[in-house]
């Protein structure tokens, strides 16, 4: 990906600028804060963070509706927070705390919120695929306007499942935006030696799917093809694929050391390539104070940091009884 440009003057308002600032800032913290508390033993299990792709989300998510629908795989918090889940609720359900989306039993991989139709993170590379396709399927059937929104990397692109979903969906229309978040890396191996075929998008082709790259280190790009897509299912030419070329700065879990790539590449793509640190430019050329709003907020982000840890010190772990809750007999 090429070096970020000085950021010009957009045409979108600062007000939605600072918006998607402020999601963004959000992630970013909470993901940092996540991590801090696993490396303390506060987290168990497994934990994937969203630090760097925060612009796909965000971007996906302003092109949305009440009753559009999302599922996605491990690396799933910045979608919670983005979908209107409650941070506090997150966070507990990563530390094991009754008051999680899970009751404190499911943990990062686990958690739902059918009020926000948050329908998983999913731990089986790429079954959130065929999942998605059918909540696409359900919506189809009751005859609305709703669109589903299926994320998954680059690894899973190379799922056996991918394909029939796409066969499915195209074959019946349905309204569902495939989102590949490739972040150039399927755990430890580079796509260059994964695939033959670098534009993962230019698969749908052969089921007749529709779809496009798009930088996913910019939020307003992101929004831009989002909108794109949304338009065409919602106008009942579904389905569509979008590919996001974004980047993790973290490894694939945070059992993971990265080693299979150099610190230098990780360095270049945050100083040339961050998505926060671009719309803040931007905020910063519309001179109308916003840019004083973000720095605000960035200092005000630290302070939600802290007190989500001692949020997680005081919330009681579930009874011992909920053992024998939410399970199949």
Request: hydrophobic content about 35%; some cysteine.
């Amino acid at each position: 990906m090429a070096a970020r440009k000085p950021a010009e003057k957009s045409n979108v308002s600062a007000e939605e600028l600072l918006k998607y600032y402020r999601e963004m800032l959000l992630i970013r913290r909470f993901e940092e804060k996540a991590g801090q508390l696993y490396g303390m033993g506060l987290i168990g299990g497994f934990c994937h963070l969203y630090i760097g792709q925060e612009a796909v989300v965000v971007g996906l998510e302003a092109a949305a509706k009440d009753g559009d629908k999302r599922i996605t795989s491990y690396r799933d918090h910045g979608h919670m927070l983005v979908a209107g889940m409650d941070p506090k609720g997150v966070m507990a359900e990563l530390t094991g705390r009754i008051g999680g989306y899970s009751k404190g039993k499911g943990g990062s991989m686990h958690m739902f919120s059918r009020e926000k139709h948050f329908y998983g993170g999913h731990g089986i590379v790429g079954a959130q695929v065929p999942l998605g396709t059918g909540l696409a399927f359900s919506d189809k059937y009751r005859g609305n306007d709703n669109v589903t929104f299926v994320y998954f990397g680059d690894g899973a692109a190379n799922q056996g499942q991918v394909y029939e979903s796409y066969n499915m969906a195209e074959l019946w229309n349905l309204p569902v935006v495939y989102v590949i978040e490739n972040n150039q890396y399927a755990m430890g191996t580079s796509t260059k030696r994964a695939t033959k075929s670098q534009n993962l998008w230019e698969r749908g082709a052969a089921y007749g799917i529709k779809g496009e790259m798009v930088d996913g280190m910019d939020v307003l790009a992101v929004k831009a093809a989002a909108e794109k897509a949304v338009a065409v299912c919602r106008a009942g030419d579904g389905p569509y694929i979008l590919e996001m070329m974004t980047y993790r700065y973290r490894g694939h879990s945070m059992s993971d050391p990265a080693k299979y790539r150099t610190r230098e590449e990780v360095q270049k793509m945050r100083e040339e390539r961050d998505a926060i640190e671009r719309v803040r430019e931007l905020l910063s050329v519309q001179r109308s104070g916003h840019g004083r709003g973000a720095e605000s907020h960035r200092q005000g982000n630290q302070g939600h940091r802290q007190r989500g840890g001692r949020f997680r010190k005081k919330a009681p772990e579930p009874d011992t009884a909920e053992l024998w809750t939410d399970i199949y007999a």
